[in-house]
């Protein structure tokens, strides 16, 4: 690879940018292709979904809102990637880490939020780094591949969860399996009463202070991935496993310290969710954002600063989506999750499928010598 080139003939800055906007260029004309189909004029279409995303107050904080609980997974799905490994547990993961937010907020009644708010935090980090370890130990130690494992406790997690919530959670006299309520003293303030104090008046969203603990998340993990040693080691055992145990480096050691932190990424996903929107334990909570989240992580090229924009262009399509929906009686959710779904396979599984074509543009040209 060139010091120019930040993958193969192709320069960073078209790797990071140029393909990407390609990639959801094309998932947007097959998805105008989509809506063509069915009678409707798919720019008023796209119009109404832009303006639903970032048209008013209310949209920006409902895309924000969803993007939060999307950079917890992108980053878990991101970290796991460095080492090497494919990590798509991050909704199992998720879901177990709002089951350790859940906890200590039923545990920690009457608490003010800004108290509790450090044992929130390890609880989700540990809940959903110790649903991610055992994958992980059997990735290091036994050799099993960690798609598998990972997937088969994305089932595990859901049936747990079920167990949990209808035998032991579940708030008594009541049929839905869901706890009881938090103590209102643990909410996480929404973002407009934060910025209410400030004198800034916006429209009330679930937008949340969790959102600036996504973000802090980046810095952290972008220190910790770029500017440490462990960091340079996990790095290197996703680069040759063989070279970084030459190197003195025990790879099955770093594959499970990343499959810990990947985990405890996923697991703060309960903060946004449990904590700060539904105040109350509930099934599904995780709503298939912990899946996104493989897209996200391939969107923003595994590094926290591609990962926020990756995470608000999904956050948009969700929001975007719902509005759709609501002004197009023939687009149904349905539809609306087909168009989501064509710009997850062009912005993941096929992230690669215009490379070559782009790689030509900048391929040097043969300068035919002149004749003596």
């Known amino acids: 690879m060139s010091p120019q080139t930040g993958s193969g003939e192709l320069p960073r800055w078209a790797t990071i940018v140029a393909l990407p906007l390609i990639n959801v260029g094309i998932a947007l004309l097959v998805s105008a292709l989509v809506i063509l189909s069915i009678g409707e004029d798919p720019l008023a279409a796209l119009g109404i979904m832009v303006q639903g995303a970032f048209g008013s107050g209310l949209g920006i904080g409902y895309t924000l ?82 798609v598998i494992t990972t997937i088969m406790f994305n089932f595990i997690a859901s049936a747990l969860m079920v167990y949990l919530l209808v035998n032991v959670l579940i708030n008594p006299g009541q049929m839905s399996p869901e706890s009881r309520e938090f103590d209102p003293s643990l909410f996480l303030p929404q973002m407009h009463e934060m910025l209410a104090v400030l004198g800034m008046e916006v429209d009330a969203t679930p937008l949340n202070l969790s959102f ?64 700060g929107v539904q105040h109350r334990l509930m099934l599904n909570f995780t709503a298939g954002l912990g899946f996104t989240g493989i897209a996200v992580a391939l969107m923003g090229r595994a590094h926290p600063a591609g990962i926020v924009p990756a995470a608000i262009l999904f956050g948009a399509l969700y929001q975007g989506g719902a509005e759709l929906a609501f002004e197009y009686q023939n687009i149904s959710p349905e539809l609306v999750v087909v168009i989501q779904g064509v710009v997850i396979l062009f912005a993941g599984a096929l992230e690669h499928m215009f490379k070559p074509a782009l790689s030509r543009l900048f391929r040097p040209r043969r300068t035919i010598p002149a004749e003596a």
């Open 65 to 146: 809102y969803y993007a939060t609980s999307l950079i917890f997974t992108g980053l878990c799905v991101a970290v796991a990637f460095h080492a090497g490994l494919f990590n798509i547990g991050g909704e199992g993961q998720a879901y177990i880490g709002g089951l350790g937010v859940g906890i200590a907020c039923l545990a920690l009644g009457g608490w003010p939020w800004w108290l509790a708010l450090p044992v929130t935090v390890l609880a989700g980090m540990a809940f959903g780094a110790a649903w991610a370890l055992i994958p992980g130990y059997l990735q290091a130690y036994r050799g099993s591949h960690v």
């Open 212 to 275: 600036l603990i996504a973000l802090l998340a980046c810095v952290l993990i972008w220190l910790y991935i770029w500017h440490t040693r462990a960091g340079f080691r996990l790095r290197t055992v996703g680069a040759n496993e063989d070279a970084a145990r030459y190197a003195g480096i025990d790879p099955r050691r770093t594959i499970l310290i990343a499959m810990l932190l990947s985990g405890a990424m996923a697991g703060l996903l309960g903060l946004n969710e449990v904590q």
